[in-house]
């Protein structure tokens, strides 16, 4: 959840009763809804005028960006450095078949992290491209 919170302008605002509008680029907004639902959406039942984006804000709140590389269409990514009660962090959103160049562990469903093998590397491959023909937009979220 922090890549997607940390590694992105967006927020999800309420504009009045049960409406809420972005601010910020589209899929950016994507990526805080889909925060906020993996959080169990309790921003939408603490909703204020001011924030229904009570996860991101947290986790934005809990970090200090040092730096930012915005989104390029060479690197296909967008790359952000943050200090946390846990050190420094690299966060990075792009493109899968990108970043997947450049990883050496994979996040499995359950949480747990493990080496990212020939085997593992080649099924991610494969949803991939599978994703990729279908008319959905796909970004891999990485982080060290």
Not at 65 to 71: I, N, V
Request: charged share 25%; aromatic share 2%.
């Amino acid at each position: 959840m922090a890549v997607s919170a940390l590694c992105n302008d967006a927020k999800i605002v309420q504009k009045e009763q049960g409406l809420f509008e972005r601010v910020g680029e589209p899929t950016e907004a994507a990526l805080c809804i889909l925060v906020e639902k993996l959080s169990g959406g309790t921003a939408t039942s603490h909703c204020t005028v001011v924030s229904a984006s009570a996860t991101v804000d947290s986790i934005r709140g809990s970090c200090e960006r040092l730096a930012t590389l915005e989104f390029d269409r060479e690197r296909k990514s967008m790359s952000v450095i943050v200090t946390s009660p846990t050190g420094n962090r690299l966060f990075v959103k792009g493109a899968p078949n990108l970043l997947l160049d450049r990883c050496t562990k994979v996040k499995l469903h359950s949480g747990e992290v493990v080496k990212l093998t020939g085997e593992l590397r080649r099924n991610i491959e494969t949803q991939i491209t599978t994703l990729a023909q279908r008319p959905l937009r796909c970004l891999a979220l990485a982080c060290k």
